[in-house]
């Protein structure tokens, strides 16, 4: 089905037809309402890519992303595609697995299918492919890696202050024996998580007993960690984790150690997701606001003006803990 056939069926021209499917120009809205009509009954759909080497212009954007499997990655793709969705963008992902080389690759195909901006949401950087997007003059946004540049501009948490809050909250409680559940700690955004755990434990030195683990990311590998930090023969009365994702693993592997939480064991997660509040008990947590950061990431992608020259911009998240069931004093005999 062509264009030309929209515009026979609808009795307009064909730059008539260009104009309403580009919502670019003024058409009255009888016209507008035919066309559409048209467009239903033939069952067209636009050659996206062809409209852009057309156009000059692309109407795509692409996102990548380290785990798309966690909820969290989940919830800034939606919050992404629904502002570009509102102005006639699609997004387009690719998944890494936390992979340096499989980023390096899907940079590459999103270049090569001429998206418009590129989300990078990952933990894991190639050092080399950063003067290649300096290079592109392609709009980029990276969150927790990258650094900003005229074309790029960078989105990053303050970690160390999460991680901070939520143990010395453990610590106001009277927890002493703490644990850390992380993944991939090679990864700097990650390792500063941990980082800033150990830190927080120097502070306490002399008077708290810690551990730190760590194995793949999700609930599988938390349940793991969990299993392994037992093994050890370290008995924790509060676990801190990576993020929420893992912590349900870590919930469920302490359930199965026949521990109740918080009576025995309290537990601390990350991002905040939303299966956070119904997990059981609902998790105390250190809130990211993924809403904001897919928001974020849109404006640095998409400014209002097309003419807009670029123009690389950093912005920084100050994360905030959020106190649920899943967190109170340790036991009183001091053993679990």
Same mark, same amino acid.
């Given at each position: ?54 156009g ?12 798309? *499997? +966690? ?52 933990? *894991?950087? *190639? ?26 501009? +960078?989105?990053?948490? +303050? ?32 390792l500063?998580?941990?980082v ?77 997701i ?6 059981? !008990? ?8 993924? $809403?904001?950061?897919g928001?974020l ?8 003006r ?12 100050? !994360?905030?803990?959020?106190?649920? $069931? ?8 001091g053993?679990?």
């Amino acid at each position: 089905m062509k264009l030309e056939d929209v515009a026979k069926r609808a009795r307009v021209s064909i730059a008539t037809v260009s104009r309403v499917l580009n919502n670019a120009g003024p058409v009255r809205n009888t016209t507008r309402a035919r066309v559409l009509k048209a467009v239903k009954e033939l069952k067209y759909h636009p050659n996206i890519h062809a409209r852009a080497l057309a156009g000059g212009r692309s109407r795509t954007l692409g996102m990548i992303v380290s785990n798309l *499997e +966690n909820p969290f990655f989940l919830d800034i793709f939606r919050t992404l595609e629904s502002d570009a969705h509102r102005t006639g963008y699609e997004v387009v992902v690719a998944n890494t697995d936390y992979i340096p080389r499989r980023l390096v690759s899907s940079v590459h195909l999103m270049m090569g299918r001429r998206v418009a901006g590129l989300a990078v949401i990952v933990s *894991e950087m *190639e050092p080399s492919l950063m003067q290649e997007l300096v290079e592109s003059n392609l709009p980029i946004v990276f969150y927790d890696v990258g650094t900003p540049a005229r074309n790029i501009s +960078n989105i990053k948490v +303050n970690y160390q202050k999460g991680i901070q809050r939520a143990v010395e909250y453990l610590h106001s409680l009277g927890h002493r024996r703490m644990a850390f559940v992380g993944h991939h700690t090679s990864l700097e955004p990650l390792l500063d998580r941990k980082v800033s755990f150990l830190d927080t434990m120097k502070r306490y030195s002399g008077e708290v007993e810690f551990a730190t683990v760590a194995d793949r990311d999700g609930p599988a590998g938390g349940q793991e960690a969990t299993r392994t930090l037992f093994a050890s023969g370290f008995r924790p009365t509060a676990v801190i984790c990576v993020n929420d994702y893992m912590a349900l693993g870590v919930l469920k592997a302490l359930r199965e150690q026949g521990l109740e939480i918080p009576r025995d064991v309290s537990v601390t997660g990350y991002d905040n997701i939303s299966l956070s509040e119904y997990a059981f !008990p609902p998790l105390t947590t250190v809130n990211i606001p993924r $809403e904001k950061i897919g928001h974020l990431s849109f404006e640095a992608l998409v400014p209002p003006r097309e003419d807009e020259p670029l123009h690389g911009r950093e912005y920084l998240i100050d !994360p905030e803990l959020v106190i649920r $069931e899943s967190t109170g004093p340790p036991p009183r005999t001091g053993s679990v």
